[in-house]
């Protein structure tokens, strides 16, 4: 009797553990597949509500195309930021800046947030590629590279409005910038570099 009991019971646990794995799976239906910028695979959620920045200018670019699901900042708002941005912007979390000297960021302040995606934003180099990888596998969430370079701000737009579901509002943006950017970068072409406003500045940060 005592062996059909125990039978018995094994078979119940082993239907349990399978009805647990079965849950445990990712659902499918609300993930896919995209690949960032620097040509890696990433599974998204279909569904972002909270997205971050690994810096400000990556925050500039979320702010533009979809600020109500931006979950943190990177540093306290200036001024001018108040004046201009919204109180909820202003106000959101700080969460530091990566991969500056003395990077300021919170680990801990990410993962407490728990956003849905991150957006590492700058120049596509092998160390943000390597680096970023190592952040993902750290924090388990995924994070897309965005092209800050000015002449890739439309592809930038379009991953984001696709990573976001604001391809409407990548659109906009995008035909501003082929509307306006492209005489601005001609004309600017013929202005002799010495006689450009903060050439000398711009060559000393490049150095």
Request: one cysteine or more.
């Amino acid at each position: 009797m005592k062996k059909n009991t125990y039978i018995i019971i094994a078979l119940h646990l082993i239907l349990l553990s399978g009805c647990i794995l079965k849950n445990n799976k990712p659902d499918l239906k609300n993930i896919h597949l995209v690949h960032d910028m620097a040509k890696r695979e990433l599974m998204v959620s279909k569904q972002i509500n909270k997205v971050i920045s690994n810096g400000p200018v990556g925050s500039v670019l979320l702010y533009t195309i979809a600020n109500e699901k931006m979950a943190a900042r990177n540093f306290a708002a200036t001024t001018y930021e108040k004046l201009y941005c919204t109180k909820k912007y202003c106000e959101l979390p700080i969460v530091g800046c990566w991969y500056i000297t003395n990077g300021t960021r919170s680990v801990e302040n990410i993962i407490n947030i728990k956003p849905d995606l991150i957006i590492s934003a700058g120049n596509i180099t092998r160390n943000t590629i390597e680096n970023t990888q190592e952040d993902q596998r750290l924090m388990d969430i995924p994070i897309a590279i965005i092209s800050t370079e000015f002449t890739e701000l439309p592809l930038s737009y379009s991953l984001l409005g696709d990573l976001l579901n604001e391809q409407e509002k990548a659109k906009e943006l995008i035909d501003f910038y082929n509307k306006y950017i492209p005489g601005i970068i001609h004309k600017t072409s013929l202005i002799p570099d010495n006689e450009k406003k903060g050439s000398i500045w711009l060559s000393e940060t490049r150095d």
